[in-house]
């Protein structure tokens, strides 16, 4: 008998428990095993290991999947890394790394191999269909390549399935397993600067090496991806494009696919389908999908022959998961990068600090894109407006709704920018001064108009709006602040002829709600889009000349270091929206906090100088990315019960902790109550990664064995909200 260390999706320990089995079962192989009464999945991890337990109670492997495909060392060494560094049970890493079809204790089916399909010898020299049905046309002509997918040829002609059996009946078409991939060219001619970057990255190919690819909106970072991306794909190795969820749109995917036609796809977001993700998944790890493009997620796709990495947008928030298994996708595509020994690009406008000093320090190779790509295109105007002492209608300065006025006749589309959904962010009584808050959270409900009903924007819970004040019975409530749907009814009220749009989470919940709009845009049918962050990345609207941010400063009020950083990010990219194509664009920011030095920056349109202030900043207070931080949170019924829980544990680890790391807390969460629970967190920080990964360790030890019901913990390495 051979003895195994399953990994097991369960919170208990590490997650590895120890079977048996007859035979030795290769890491990586998935099998079925008994636990607790129940027959669950698991992975094993490694056979033939020692067990202090009396053989006759360790329990069998029920089944070995031994046909499926295993899952490879190098995953499994990304996994062991993912579970040492982010302090979290091997087991559960394991099954957060997997898609929802390989967590059953069930056979999966494995993909076939793709077919492609093309026009044999006898087949190129028949008659084309006629010209006038010309989808049928087009789909012959696809056929003299050397070879397509049928999910290609379905895009030309829908009924491409039938038509190719037709042909292939005629003895016109051969199927083939392998492809040559086939790359279009770009419809661009590459400037220099474009040029530059894409050599430097092609000539670091099979070495690791990280770029990171700095250039202002609209200069043609995608095209340099797509460049470097050709070239590792022609000598037949696998891409993982990485990008925020909300970048994933049907314009880019158009674009990849323009470019990529021939060459095997998979695309992994969180809303794919859980069974289409499991055969995509398999697809990337059998080597039949050579370009995987995904959200965070797909940073754990198994990819064998892996010769490239693009991380776009790379300082955005949501490379960063915030519950459960709290990973930066963007830190572990660096790993993997230098894991495969391949080069791996990091693209951003407005990169994130962290990255930017490792581009000043020579850690990585910082590339440049000074220009817009479109020659004609140039920088936005940049207005700050001091609102401090205006009087506001609805939100807006006389001088915003005049120069939408003004754009709307001189035929110019206008973005009016905020960063909140609803109608209002909360319902207020005059009164007695009662404003309605979630009763679950520390927050305001949101007002949303149409539906009726208050939301709660972090928990989701809902109620119908109340007719009076729930204290003082006034029946006379009113709508404080400003939410998308308000300001497009004040929009409304002062352009009643121009087309307005709404943009935001409750108007485009569907992907086909969205695709419409951007029709009606492409259409010019727009005049003035109200929208929400949504908008402000991604979307190349040429008609677009004036962006106008109502209220800007709301974050930089709160204790977030990093609030300054992630809203010059923000108002680069919303302003980057305005003048893309030949007309010069004009941004006015509205602001309390004028003096702000994020508002000179965005003004002077100078990330660099940015950067380097703010990292003077951080470099002063010891912040990162000149410290390292983990956030050890713990919540419970009451706020003083998580005090209390991390005040034991903090005095129980004190004496042995290293004189390099410093503990601040526990403090109450800046937001004490979330869905119920209150919340406090305890800072480790260190200049040592190394000090600070013990101090870590030390902790989760004394967490472990503290087991309280009553008291759940979380541990949060690199945390991206204070
Ligand atoms: P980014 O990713 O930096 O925002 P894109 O690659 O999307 O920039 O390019 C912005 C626009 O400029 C796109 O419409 C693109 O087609 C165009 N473009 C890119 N490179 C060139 C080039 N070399 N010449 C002309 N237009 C270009
Ligand atoms: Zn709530």
Known sequence: MILHHIALNVPVSDGLFTYRHPTALPAGCRVAVPFRGKTVAGVVWASGVESSIAVEKILPVQTAFTEEARLPERWLELVGFVARYYHYPTGQTVFAALPAGLKEPKPVEMPQP????????????????????????????????DGLEMAALKRIHPQAPKLVQEWAARGWIQALNAAAPKLNPSEHMPNAAQQAASQAVQAACSTFQPFLLYGITGSGKTEVYFDVMAEVLAAGRQVLFLLPEINLTPQLLKRVRARFAGVPAAVLHSQTAAGRRTQDYLRALLGQARLVIGTRLAVFTPLPELGLIVVDEEHDGSF????????????????????????????????????????????????????????????????????????????????????????????????????????????FCGDCGHVSGCPRCSAKMVLHQRARQLRCHHCDYRSPIPYKCPECGNQDLTAVGQGTQRVEETLRALMPEAAIARVDRDSTAHQHNWADLYRRIADNGIDVLVGTQMLAKGHDFARLNLVVVLNADGSLYSADFRAPERLFAELMQVSGRAGRAQTAGKVLIQTRLPEHPVFAAVKAQNYPAFAEAELAGRELLQMPPFAFQTAIRADAAEVADAMDFLNDIKSVTEPFIGADVSVFGPAPMFMVRLAERERAQVFLESADRRSLHRAVSLWVQVLQQYRDSKIRWSVDVDPAEM
């Open 320 to 427: 960063k998961q915030d519950n459960e298994l709290r990973y930066q996708a963007r830190d572990l595509a660096v790993w993997r990068a230098k894991q495969s020994g391949c080069p791996i690009v990091l693209g951003s406008a407005t990169p994130s600090l962290e990255s930017w000093h490792k581009a000043q320090s020579g850690a990585y190779r910082l590339l440049e894109l000074p220009q817009r790509a479109h020659t004609a295109a140039r920088p936005p105007q940049v207005e700050i407006l001091n609102t401090g002492r205006l009087k506001l209608d609805n939100g807006f300065s006389p001088q915003a709704l005049k120069l939408l006025q003004q754009n709307y006749r001189q035929g110019g589309m206008s973005l009016v920018y905020l960063n909140r959904r609803g109608f209002a962010p909360a319902l």
């Open 114 to 145: 793709p077919l492609f399909y093309a026009l044999n010898q006898s087949g190129r020299v028949q008659t084309p269909p006629p010209q006038r049905f010309h989808k049928k046309h087009a789909l012959w002509q696809a056929l003299f390549s």
